[in-house]
Structures are given as structure tokens and as C-alpha cells.
């Protein structure tokens, strides 16, 4: 096997800074989205404009950066009762966790992207999951990516490396993890480019970019560019 990895690339704030860190390490990187008939696809969408901004800005980059995969899972949207796949209103549930929150998606995902990097020969499995402030989602926590990593090694008899380089910083350290990798210009195309936003909503472009503004994944995203520009002013 290569010195090879697979991103896990939604085309969000998170995905796109992980994607950049692979591309600064690794000789050779692919991406994977998944179609998951989430309402909005507008993320999906963004994923080629970036591709194509960071192989424009970034030519040792565009030399890495090999094959974009899609893989559809409709089935997961089909068996999800989540805010992201329904047309429901964003909420906290009673258990404690809001209802966006999609069961299994991302051990689904990483168990998808482990049998790609497998037919592809990629060794690392790269994700943003995060539990430093994050939206409480028990499958982006470090315990559940040490288990999967466990299983789907055992499973695939493979030594598969899940990385998650955010696992452990907070939004505006991710801005400044942004900065360090390619400088103020990746910070405008993560900026202008990336969606994170609940409602799909790209009609303004706010200083940490396009979404609603009161959706809790525009307001931790704006609350985070906010305490990055205020540490680096
Ligand atoms: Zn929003």
C-alpha cells in the first residue's frame, strides 16, 4: 500500500480543513462524498467549486489530489426520521440529542469509505469529527472512531488508520488550522465556498460565509470565525 488517504468530503467548513491537511501530507488523496437524500444537497454541490479552487491556488495540491467518489446511500435517508432528511423543524429531543442527529451515519459512512480505500489501496481514512464543540452526536466521539477503527480492521483484516485531525480543537482553532496549511487564501475559499448551513440557505454572504445565521450549525460556525478573527487582529 501507498502513502495514500481517503477524505471524507461533504463540502462543509470541517471536511474542506481536513481535506487540505491530507492534501499537505500525503502523496496521494481521494475524496469521497456520500448522497444520503439529505434535503439539502447544496453541500454536495459545493465540493467540485472547492476541489477545483484548491487545485488552482494550490499546484503541489492539484499534483495529490486524485479521484472524487460518490456513493449513494438513499437507504439512510429512507430509514432516518432526522431533521436532515426530513422536512422537520430543528429541535433538542428528549434524549438529549437535537434532531438532526442521524443514527449509524457515520459509522455507515467510515464503513463505506473503508471498503473504497480498500479496492483503492489508501491506508488512511480521514474525517472531521469532532467532539470539542460539537452538536453532542455520539458517532463523531473519539471513543466510537477508536471502536470502528478496531472493527472494521478485525473486519477487513487491514490496518486502516481513521485520522480525525479535529477531533480535539474548537471552531476557531480550525480556522487557524486553515491558516497554517495554506494561508489566507484557503481561509477565503473555506470561507466563500464551503456550506455548512442547516436550511441550505447560500442567499448571504456573511464575514464566516453563507448560511441562515441562526441555524445551530451557522451559529457555531459564526461564533467560531468570530473568535478566530478576534485572536488574529
Ligand atoms: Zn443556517
Redesign the pocket.
Given at each position: 500500500m501507498t502513502n495514500g488517504a481517503l477524505v471524507l468530503f461533504s463540502g462543509g467548513q470541517d471536511s474542506t480543513t481536513c481535506l487540505a491537511w491530507a492534501l499537505d501530507r500525503f502523496e496521494r488523496v481521494e475524496t469521497v462524498g456520500f448522497d444520503y437524500g439529505q434535503r439539502h444537497r447544496v453541500e454536495l454541490d459545493c465540493r467540485k467549486t472547492i476541489a477545483a479552487s484548491l487545485r488552482e491556488s494550490y499546484p503541489n495540491w492539484a499534483a495529490r489530489l486524485g479521484d472524487d467518489h460518490t456513493i449513494e446511500l438513499a437507504a439512510l435517508g429512507r430509514i432516518s426520521e432526522s431533521a436532515l432528511t426530513r422536512d422537520s423543524a430543528i429541535v433538542m429531543q428528549e434524549n438529549g440529542l437535537p434532531s438532526t442527529f442521524v443514527p449509524g451515519r457515520n459509522i455507515m459512512f467510515l464503513t463505506m469509505a473503508a471498503a473504497l480505500a480498500y479496492r483503492r489501496g489508501l491506508t488512511h481514512i480521514v474525517g472531521g469529527m469532532c467532539e470539542t464543540d460539537y452538536s453532542g452526536y455520539p458517532d463523531c466521539r473519539n471513543e466510537t472512531m477508536r471502536a470502528l477503527e478496531v472493527a472494521l480492521n478485525l473486519g477487513m483484516e487491514s490496518k486502516f488508520i481513521l485520522e480525525t485531525p479535529l477531533m480535539w480543537i474548537d471552531k476557531a482553532a480550525t480556522w487557524q488550522l486553515a491558516e497554517k496549511l495554506g494561508g489566507e487564501p484557503l481561509v477565503s475559499i473555506i470561507r466563500d465556498q464551503t456550506h455548512?448551513?442547516?436550511?441550505g440557505?447560500r442567499g448571504q454572504l456573511h464575514d464566516w460565509g453563507y448560511?441562515?445565521?441562526?441555524?445551530?450549525?451557522?451559529?457555531l460556525r459564526s461564533k467560531g470565525y468570530a473568535l478566530y478573527r478576534r485572536d488574529h487582529d
Open positions: 455548512t448551513c442547516y436550511l440557505d448560511g441562515c445565521g441562526t441555524c445551530p450549525a451557522c451559529e
